[in-house]
């Protein structure tokens, strides 16, 4: 056999064992990416917090240790109007810099896995919300808008919600108008109908970073079970 054959032969002999090398490598990274799975990544996304300080309010971030099997699963904001107009499900507003949701969230997790909730469905509503402030002369002024479908959830949710209040520097409580989609708040339709909603946590917390005492999480655990309990009543488990 000619030299610039054997050449040619190992060439080729040489890209074929470089593109099986990167077919493995891009199916290893590709497996990887569905090993980590949405309960997997909020679970870090809420760890990533744990021991560190807010710096606007000095103070440290509650801790949560949520199990690597947890129900939460990320949704879009059309999902969750997907679940509000017509769909059974528990959902979750909140985000992970929020102390009160911190707070919550482990009672959530336990109320839910003992009551055989399968989903928990998460939206992350930091930055889908608007932003209403006091301008130097105390008008009310939007310095962010929300996103469309953040107003679509407002409707959705407006005989529920609180309005959406503001402080001037002397303390007083201002009231927008409008209404606010505050976190955490935790809300369980069955077939499009709101049986359930539970927003912040519960009236003896009086501060978000403190943690929750154990009667405080038992009371906690059964507002949402009841939430579970009364979302589970209009469903067919073994057919309609």
């Not at 990416?33 to 509650?62: C, G, H, M, W």
């Amino acid at each position: 056999m000619k030299k610039e054959n054997l050449v040619f032969l190992g060439l080729l002999g040489i890209i074929v064992v470089i593109a099986c090398c990167c077919g493995v490598l891009a199916f290893q990274k590709e497996e990887q990416e569905v090993i980590l799975s949405d309960a997997k990544k909020i679970q870090e996304e809420y760890a990533k917090y744990n021991n560190e300080t807010n710096e606007s309010a000095n103070r440290t971030y509650p801790l949560v240790e949520l199990n690597e099997n947890n129900p939460f699963v990320y949704k879009s904001e059309e999902e969750i109007i997907e679940i509000l107009e017509g769909k059974t499900g528990l959902i979750y507003f909140g985000f992970p810099e929020c102390p009160w949701c911190r707070s919550i969230l482990p009672v959530l997790e336990e109320a839910a896995i003992e009551n055989k909730v399968a989903e928990i469905a998460y939206l992350n509503i930091e930055n889908i919300r608007d932003v209403l402030e006091l301008d130097e002369n105390e008008k009310i002024v939007t310095t962010k808008e929300g996103s469309n479908n953040y107003y679509r959830i407002l409707k959705l949710l407006d005989d529920y919600l609180e309005e959406y209040t503001l402080t001037d520097e002397e303390g007083n409580e201002i009231k927008t108008g409008e209404k606010r989609l505050y976190a955490p708040t935790v809300v369980a339709v069955s077939n499009g109908k709101i049986v359930g909603f539970h927003s912040g946590s519960i009236k003896t917390q009086k501060n978000g970073y403190e943690p929750l005492t154990a009667k405080e999480k038992e009371e906690l655990k059964k507002i949402y079970t009841d939430m579970i309990e009364k979302m589970s009543e209009g469903t067919c488990n073994e057919g309609c």
